[in-house]
């Protein structure tokens, strides 16, 4: 089955910093992949994804690349605020009708 | 907008008891998903429905049973419960059976047994 590596587990950033969450994927054939932000008590919300036919996505402060040669794949945030502080799932989907594959999570911490 | 409703939103249980957890997934959606999320882990997927029949199913215990029904809220049904089943259980919803539809997620519903 699909297994996702997500790094780091921990980040702590200064408001208006740049973050950057880095996964790895082993199923060649997943071609959907989503970021999930999980805050305190909540379920995960869908903030950005990417499908393989594309390298590049971005959208305001939050922008994704995906190379399908390495699976790899990052989400970058820039101009951080204390409201992003949360935990972050990159997932790999797009084998089976909604079986997503979650990654250990980063919980982001941005001081003000 | 209407989200996933699930309820209840805490449930606390003995040993060897039984659990019901139950799902309303977003008007028109007609696939429902179950995932389980332990402490500081990451969701676990369970099971999936898709037109009242089950789609898909991941790492869900013999002991957990999960049926959709004709208006596509869902249940999952949990029998002699273990200490090692308490975790937060998410029910996600989508329109249609798309492998790279969105799913929207539920505000959870945490169990714990005692």
């Known amino acids: 089955g699909e297994n996702v590596e997500q790094h780091p587990s921990t980040l702590s950033v200064q408001e208006g910093d740049s973050a950057v969450i880095k996964c790895t994927y082993s199923?060649?054939?997943?071609?959907?992949f989503p970021w999930y932000k999980q805050e305190l008590g909540k379920g995960p919300q869908l903030i950005i994804d990417?499908?393989?036919?594309?390298g590049e996505k971005k959208d305001q402060r939050i922008a994704v690349t995906l190379n399908k040669t390495a699976k790899h794949f990052s989400l970058h945030i820039t101009e951080t605020q204390p409201e992003d502080s949360a935990v972050y799932f990159c997932?790999?989907?797009?084998?089976?009708?909604?079986?997503?594959?979650f990654g250990q999570g980063t919980i982001l911490t941005v001081h003000p | 907008a209407a989200g996933v409703i699930q309820s209840p939103r805490h449930l606390i249980k003995e040993k060897r008891e039984t659990a019901t957890l139950k799902c309303y997934p977003i008007?028109?959606?007609?696939?429902v998903y179950w995932y389980q999320q332990g402490p500081g882990q990451d969701p676990q997927f369970l099971i999936s429905?898709?037109?009242?029949?089950?789609?898909d199913k991941g790492s869900i215990p013999d002991r957990f049973s999960a049926q959709q029904f004709s208006d596509y809220h869902s249940e999952l049904n949990m029998s002699s419960l273990e200490l090692g089943d308490s975790a937060l259980y998410f029910c996600?919803?989508?329109?249609?059976?798309?492998?790279?539809?969105?799913?929207?997620f539920g505000e959870g519903s945490r169990l714990t047994v005692l």
């Open positions: 996600a919803s989508s329109l249609g059976m798309s492998y790279t539809g969105e799913l929207f």
């Open positions: 199923d060649s054939a997943s071609n959907y």
């Open positions: 990417i499908r393989s036919n594309v």
């Open positions: 997932v790999a989907g797009g084998t089976s009708y909604g079986k997503l594959t």
């Open positions: 008007p028109r959606h007609d696939t």
């Open positions: 429905f898709y037109e009242k029949m089950q789609s």
